[in-house]
């Protein structure tokens, strides 16, 4: 679960701004995305071969 206080002299959009930088610094947003469809084991070891192809 994410947290953020917002300080009596913090207006809304910066604590806002701060919640959606934690948010994906976790990985939420991420993760949901991966789990909002099935995904074949094939379909997710070509997507992972993929992305280490790209990153080197």
């Given at each position: 679960?994410?947290?953020?206080?917002?300080?009596?002299?913090?207006?809304?959009?910066?604590?806002?701004?701060?919640?959606?930088?934690?948010?994906?610094?976790?990985?939420?947003?991420?993760?949901?995305?991966?789990?909002?469809?099935?995904?074949k084991?094939?379909?997710?070891?070509?997507?992972?071969?993929r992305?280490?192809?790209?990153?080197?």
């Open positions: 679960m994410i947290y953020v206080t917002v300080q009596s002299n913090e207006s809304i959009d910066s604590a806002l701004k701060r919640f959606n930088m934690k948010l994906q610094q976790s990985g939420v947003l991420r993760e949901l995305k991966e789990h909002a469809h099935y995904e084991p094939s379909e997710k070891r070509r997507r992972m071969k992305r280490r192809a790209s990153r080197q």
